[in-house]
């Protein structure tokens, strides 16, 4: 399935002045009717195509960009769409993903972005403590030579076929443990939350496979239980389903924003030419939407 472009419907072309603009816009120029403009446009793209499906969007035309500008652009739109979020611990808010010829798992940090595996279908900083970014925004300045497409999986789709198995749903409910991939002295070693969770007025999912197995691996945390280690392999069984699975491969200039709460993603795995091309750079950002009023409540 899938066999059409699945960006087509949600791909947004910028102006390429207008993008120039907001790669150098500073403070100064968030007061501006241009600027706050933009705002608005990124709101409606976010209520349109991340509240309902296919969970995602992008933005097009931006292939002019120097990677400086494109720093400073996916900084920029980032910040127009909802609050910055730290992606490490030292507060970086623009993340370089690229082969940094780094095994998932590997190590006491070893991090998916910085190899260039694919599978393992994960949501962003499900391991991490503290607020967790509702959106992923991942502009590409250079593609790998071949593969590196991203994948992505619905959670209601999910749900759906969750729905015949009432038991491992239920599993999937319960909360797990996640490594964190934090050795820092006084950082929490796991951090536990559910898979699955109906929260904000919508279904939720967390997941990284592989930062449970580790998290539940750590002396002191009780091993996962045969029915969670089944519920979690139907959970990978699904997410392995090709039919369930959109593929799609980002050009250089675009950029897309991926709703972190209810898509599971990864990649495909993907080949470079090596240092002279530079290899493949997405920048990431993490961002937190603003909070939504429940409906009734005074503002
Ligand atoms: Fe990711």
């Given at each position: 399935m899938n066999s059409t472009d699945p960006f087509s419907g949600v791909r947004h072309q910028v102006d390429a002045e207008l993008a120039l603009a907001l790669a150098h816009s500073?403070?100064?120029?968030?007061?501006a009717s241009w600027y706050r403009e933009f705002g608005s446009t990124l709101e409606e793209y976010t209520r349109q195509h991340l509240d309902s499906r296919p969970g995602f969007f992008v933005l097009a035309g931006l292939d002019h960009l120097t990677e400086e500008q494109a720093r400073g652009f996916t900084v920029a739109v980032s910040r127009l769409t909802g609050d910055l979020l730290p992606q490490d611990g030292h507060g970086a808010l623009l993340r370089d993903v690229r082969d940094r010829g780094v095994k998932l798992g590997e190590g006491a940090t070893g991090r998916y972005s910085d190899s260039r595996q694919g599978g393992s279908l994960h949501t962003d900083a499900a391991h991490r403590p503290g607020r967790l970014p509702d959106v992923f925004a991942l502009f590409c300045h250079r593609q790998a030579r071949s593969g590196g497409a991203l994948v992505t999986v619905h959670v209601s789709d999910l749900l759906e076929l969750l729905a015949d198995h009432p038991e491992e749903l239920a599993a999937l409910r319960l909360p797990v443990h996640f490594d964190t991939r934090d050795d820092a002295p006084g950082f929490p070693l796991t951090v536990r939350r559910p898979v699955l969770e109906f929260s904000g007025g919508r279904e939720r999912v967390y997941y990284l496979r592989d930062y449970i197995e580790i998290g539940h691996g750590h002396p002191g945390i009780p091993p996962l239980s045969k029915d969670q280690i089944k519920a979690l392999d139907l959970l990978d069984e699904l997410l392995d389903r090709r039919d369930l699975q959109t593929h799609a491969r980002l050009a250089p200039g675009e950029m897309i924003f991926i709703d972190n709460r209810s898509i599971v993603h990864g990649r495909t795995p993907f080949e470079d030419d090596g240092p002279a091309g530079g290899g493949r750079l997405l920048l990431r950002t993490w961002i937190g939407l603003p909070q939504q009023q429940p409906a009734g409540t005074a503002r």
């Open positions: 500073t403070e100064r120029d968030q007061h």
